[in-house]
Each structure stands twice: as C-alpha cells, then as structure tokens.
C-alpha cells in the first residue's frame, strides 16, 4: 500500500496551524503499521527549505490561460524526517516567504487560484508520468480539486482509477472564486461543470467532498458540526454524502512531543513530574518578569474569531481586576484589534500579564510545560492539538466544548475528567472555568494527581492512523 499525501502544510517544511502538524505526523505512523507514504508541498522560501539538499525527479510545464508555467518536482534529501518529502517548485508562485499570507502585509497573496491550481495539476503531471502510489489523500481546498481533475479532465483522467480520500480541517475556507475564471481551468468535460458549482461559484471545498471517494474530517464532534452549520453553506452537502463521511480525531507525533527528550526544551523530564514543572515554570516567570507563586494560564494560538482570542482582552481584564489570583501569557499573531488591546494590558498588569506577538515554535513548548493551564476558547475547534501537547506536558486544558475540543478534554467533574469545560461562548462562562481552574490549583493533591493523570493518556497517531489505513485498504479493495 502506497500512499501520497497532497497539501499545503507539512510540519517541519512548512507549518501555518495544525495541517502541518498532521501532513508531518500521520505518514510516520502510517509507515510503522507498513504503509509506505510520502508528502507533496509547494516549495516556499522558509529557512528550514532552503537548508535541505534536494534531488530533481521530474521537470514539466503547464498552460493555465494563456501562460505556461514551468515547474520542477524535487525529493527533499533531509534523512530525518522518516518519510519521502516532494516539493512542487515554482519559482513564480511560491518562492516567498509565506504559505498562505504575505508576512509583511498580513494579507493573503493576490494570486491565490493561480497558485493552487497550479499546484495541484504539476503534482497530477508528475503522476502521470510516474504514479507508484494507490491513495492520493488531498487536505483541505488548496488540494481540493484534485478528486475532480483526475475524474473529469481528458489531460489526467490516467488517474481515474486512483481513490481519493478528501479531509477538511478547517471548513470556513472553501478557496471559492466566480465562474468567470473558468478559462484558467484545465479542459474538463462540460457536463461534470455541476461538480464545480456551489451557490454560484466554483468552490474546491465542495468540489472536494462530491468527488472524493471518502470524505472525512478530524474529530467527530466537528463531522456533525460540519453537518449542522459551521460549514459556511455547505451543510446540505455534506449531510448529503454522509455515507462517504467519518470523523478520525487527529492525534500527536508523540517523538516530536517527548517530555523526556524534547530538544526545544531546557530541562527534560526525569522522574519527578513535579520538578520538572517548577523548573520549566520558573524560566517562563523568571524571562518576562512574572509572579511564580500563581497558576500559569497560557494561550498559544492564532489571534483570530475562530480561536476566541478576541475574548481573551475582556476575560483576562475582568478576571484580574476583580481579584482573580493567576498569571497570564499569550503567545501568537493575528488579528490587530486583539494585539493592540493584548498590549495595552501589559503595562497595566505588571508581573501578572505578558505576550509575545509572534510565532515562535520554540517557545510554545516551553510554555507547553512550563504553564500549568492552558486555555482554548475557540468558537471553532475542528480538533484542535494545542490542548493534546498541553496534556502530554502536564498542563491542565480549560477548554470550550466544541469539536475536537469536546471529544478530547472530558471535564474533571467526570470520573476520567483531564480538563475544565465551558459550554457557551461567553465571558461569563469562561470567566467561571478560570475560577474553576484556579479552585483546582489550590488542592494539591488533586492537581498533583490530575497532572500525573493526564501526562499518561494516550493521544498517540497510533489508532488514528490505523482507522486511515483501514480506510485506504478497503478502497482500493474496490478497484
Ligand atoms: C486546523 C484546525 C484544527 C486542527 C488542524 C489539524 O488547523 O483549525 O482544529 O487540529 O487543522 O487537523
């Protein structure tokens, strides 16, 4: 069984949020249950790409309107990775330092259609010429136009006969764009055009989950969201091919996210978890100059809607100005108006609030284990894997229970409880799981246990990725 995986993201080449995280954990395991699979990605201008040595394996160019766009395939030659890592490179469209946005701006790159489409049909024009792969799995819109192109366009209907698995892990994002930018599609067949359409746009997102042979998402809480209305339109849809649909909860590259061996990390874990904890503790409190005799709250995350960080200015205000006895520290980039009212706040709150407003891998696993907390407020959480590493470090999620997010933090008022739910969106109600928290923190043996408790559960891909292979098997046992 070999399998291909094509996507935007793949951890530790390129990584925006969680799809890389997943595109550069799931082959590993998919490879120890003796599935061989390899990721494709666009070749961007990060420091981590430009460091590799690379093998060209394929050369070609494509038309899209009137332009030709030459293009090269190329084997990354990192030995470490523990999977074959292609990159698409063309110069023209993705030689820049962002995946998605221009770092700079902030804003998204103005030629996004173009970008993706070529993408995915110089990955098809590769396969044409040489395919040893059974499954071509796509992630999200950027690939999502794939399952259609290989069924219903004459240049790569070589392809047909490939299953495709089709996964969403973030379906606000369709990539939709109007029907008068048809001419920089490939020719396909006239009376397929329906696959292409939803309200009116050609949308890849749904194109994706008609044409896929197996749709699925990555918690199975989001699944029924997606059915009942955080698809952005598409709910009929996907409620219709729920026969084809499943939710596989994402789980952890546990080598990466290694208590004991963690190279990010200054102090590794021995034996004593308590230890540990206070020593990764006190080089967060002592770096940004904060009390260490109070629970460490931390936030990592994009400072977007969809993760509820607007909702941290007001929480974390009232919360400590009202007496509430903890710490803060917010990690991420994102929305202006949260990063200026997140800045104000760190004058006002010396030795009890602070942030960094960048993205900085390092230091997120600091926190992972130096914070004793760490909140997740989304308003949607598709799985989420901040409160999965934040378990594996002993650190207590306080989450709202959505997604993934409710499928993975039971609350502690359960017998095998490993977090604190809150139901509603509100402040109100995160304001009282913040109060909970910080109940907790003073019943030692309690949180003592509870920290041992969780850092032992097993989020490993393991079962995760046995649940995807079974689904590749039985596909192509319908060929
Ligand atoms: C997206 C989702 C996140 C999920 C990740 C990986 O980033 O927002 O919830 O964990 O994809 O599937």
């Known amino acids: 069984m070999k399998i291909l995986h094509i996507s935007a993201e793949c951890y530790p080449a390129a990584k925006a949020g969680g799809l890389g995280d997943v595109a550069g954990a799931l ?13 494709i990605i666009p070749k961007y201008r990060s420091k981590w790409i430009y460091e590799q040595s690379y093998e060209p394996v394929f050369q070609g160019h494509l038309s899209i309107a009137h332009w030709t766009v030459p293009f ?10 523990g999977f074959p890592l292609y990159m698409v490179n063309v110069p023209r469209l993705f030689d820049r330092p962002g995946i998605y946005n221009d770092p700079q701006t902030g804003q998204g790159y103005w030629d996004d259609l173009e970008r993706w489409l070529v993408f995915q049909q110089a990955v098809l024009q590769w396969l044409l010429h040489h395919n040893p792969y059974n499954v071509f799995h796509c992630h999200d819109h950027h690939t999502g136009l794939v399952p259609f192109m290989i069924k219903h366009c004459r240049a790569y209907r070589a392809l047909a006969h490939i299953p495709t698995v089709f996964t969403i892990h973030n379906g606000q994002y369709h990539g939709a764009f109007h029907w008068d930018k048809t001419f920089m599609l490939p020719d396909y067949d006239r009376d397929a055009g329906g696959l292409l359409d939803w309200d009116g746009m050609i949308n890849p997102l749904a194109t994706g989950i008609k044409c896929c042979w197996q749709l699925t998402t990555v918690s199975a809480g989001y699944m029924e969201e997606l059915r009942a209305g955080s698809s952005g339109g598409l709910e009929w849809l996907i409620n219709n091919e729920r026969a084809k649909s499943v939710g596989i909860v994402n789980g952890i590259d546990t080598d990466v996210w290694n208590p004991k061996t963690d190279p990010l990390l200054g102090t590794h874990l021995n034996v004593n978890v308590a230890d540990w904890k206070a020593k990764a503790k006190l080089f967060i409190t002592q770096k940004f100059h904060l009390r260490n005799d109070l629970p460490l709250i931390i936030f990592i995350g994009r400072l977007v809607g969809e993760k509820g960080a607007d909702l941290l200015p007001n929480l974390i205000h009232r919360f400590l100005s009202e007496g509430g006895e903890a710490v803060f520290f917010i990690l991420g980039t994102g929305e202006q108006s949260v990063s200026d009212a997140l800045m104000r706040m760190k004058s006002r709150y010396l030795g009890v609030f602070d942030t960094a407003l960048m993205y900085n891998e390092e230091l997120s696993h600091r926190l992972y284990a130096g914070a004793d907390f760490l909140l997740m407020p989304s308003r949607v959480e598709p799985c989420g894997l901040n409160q999965l590493y934040s378990l594996r470090y002993g650190t207590i999620p306080i989450v709202r229970a959505v997604g993934g997010l409710r499928d993975t933090v039971s609350d502690i008022a359960d017998e095998k409880g490993c977090g604190i739910q809150f139901a509603a969106f509100n402040e109100t109600e995160a304001l009282e799981a913040l109060y909970r928290a910080t109940d907790l923190y003073q019943q030692a043996e309690k949180w003592a246990n509870l920290r041992q408790h969780i850092m032992q559960i097993d989020h490993s891909w393991k079962q995760s990725a046995q649940r995807y292979l079974n689904i590749y098997q039985d596909m192509v046992s319908r060929t």
């Open 72 to 81: 090269a395939i190329e084997k990354c030659g990192n030995p470490t990775l």
């Open 27 to 39: 082959p590993k395991y998919l490879r120890d249950l003796g599935a061989e699979t390899a990721v």
